[in-house]
Nanobody, 115 residues
Framework: QVQLSESGGGLVQPGGSLRLSCETSGIVFSFYTMHWYRQAPGKKRELVASIDTGGRANYGDFVKGRFAISRDLPKASVYLQMNSLKPEDTAVYYC?????????WGQGTQVTVSS
């Protein structure tokens, strides 16, 4: 059974930091490009960051150097370090694993940036 389990969300003040984690099981992790998406109330789900099977990272334009995606192959996990958080970063953040054959989603973790 495939599972993607996000953690690390919460309430943080503007300018603060959070580190999201996504632990996977049931997949051959090295075969998958891993993504972080987010969805704010009333808005479409948008891509935050990706890391491909070669370890290359890509980011949404709005990230602008504030976030960093990384992965740990032995732990089959992907991380999103988020710095300089803004109120507009408030959203549910989802982990996604995609290969040529399958796509899997986590249940999401809430990030709220507010003073």
């Amino acid at each position: 059974q495939v599972q993607l389990s996000e953690s690390g969300g919460g309430l943080v003040q503007p300018g603060g930091s959070l580190r999201l984690s996504c632990e996977t099981s049931g997949i051959v992790f090295s075969f998958y490009t891993m993504h972080w998406y987010r969805q704010a109330p009333g808005k479409k789900r948008e891509l935050v960051a990706s890391i491909d099977t070669g370890g290359r990272a890509n980011y949404g334009d709005f990230v602008k150097g504030r976030f960093a995606i990384s992965r740990d192959l032995p732990k089959a996990s992907v991380y999103l370090q988020m710095n300089s958080l803004k109120p507009e970063d408030t959203a549910v953040y989802y982990c996604n694993a995609k290969s040529d054959w399958h796509t899997y989603w986590g249940q999401g973790t809430q990030v709220t940036v507010s003073s």
